[in-house]
């Protein structure tokens, strides 16, 4: 479900760019409202995906981008052997506790945009996978814009799931987030 961000009051790029992210966010934050952990991890079509492991999954997604970009370790970055636990809560986490964590994620990703990104045309290598630009760079610029298509793609996913799991749409649950639930 396409939400509008506004077209004013974002200052300039960057500050777009993070409201066009943020938006991509509430999508997959608003897919998990007011679900059960069993709910939420459950798979209702024949996919592996739940909501619970996209949730997951795009906050882990983002931190390793923030940690690339800032040329620091990622103390979440998966391996062959733990990638499967980047799309199911495992042990003792929950949909709030991993909620809590992509809020942190994303006011640190917002942080280091703003504070400490020099000019959106600042590149940071990137190890070398098919799925990477060829030249093993991208920049800032880069970064948020893949953020909206990589979170958006799973918002969509979202969408998807939400609706089979309990019929509810993107849509109506837009309007309930906004206070427009039972209004006609």
């Known amino acids: 479900m ?7 009051g974002h200052g300039d790029e960057r500050g777009a760019l993070l409201a066009f992210v943020e938006a991509q966010r509430g999508a997959i934050r608003r ?3 007011g679900l059960t952990e069993e ?7 024949v996919s592996e995906l739940s909501l619970s492991g996209l949730l997951k999954h795009v906050a882990e997604g983002e931190l390793n981008w923030l940690r690339m970009a800032q040329r620091r370790p990622n103390d979440k970055e998966r391996n062959a052997e733990t990638w499967s636990d980047g799309f199911r809560l495992v042990g ?3 949909i709030p506790r991993m909620l809590d964590f992509w809020a942190r994620v994303a006011a640190e990703t917002e942080a280091f945009i703003l504070d400490d ?4 045309g600042d590149t940071f290598p990137l190890p ?9 760079q991208c920049s800032m610029r880069w970064l948020l814009l893949h953020l909206v298509e990589e979170t958006g793609r799973h918002a969509g996913h979202a969408d998807i799931l939400r609706e089979a799991l309990d019929g ?17």
């Open 2 to 8: 396409v939400t509008h961000v506004p077209s004013e």
């Open 92 to 94: 003792d986490e929950t």
């Open 31 to 33: 897919s998990v409202a």
């Open 39 to 45: 709910q939420a991890a459950s798979r209702p079509l």
């Open 128 to 136: 070398p996978a098919p799925w990477f630009p060829e030249n093993g």
């Open 117 to 120: 990104v020099d000019d959106m």
């Open 168 to 184: 509810r749409t993107a849509l109506e649950l837009v309007a309930e987030e906004a206070g427009y639930a039972g209004r006609s």
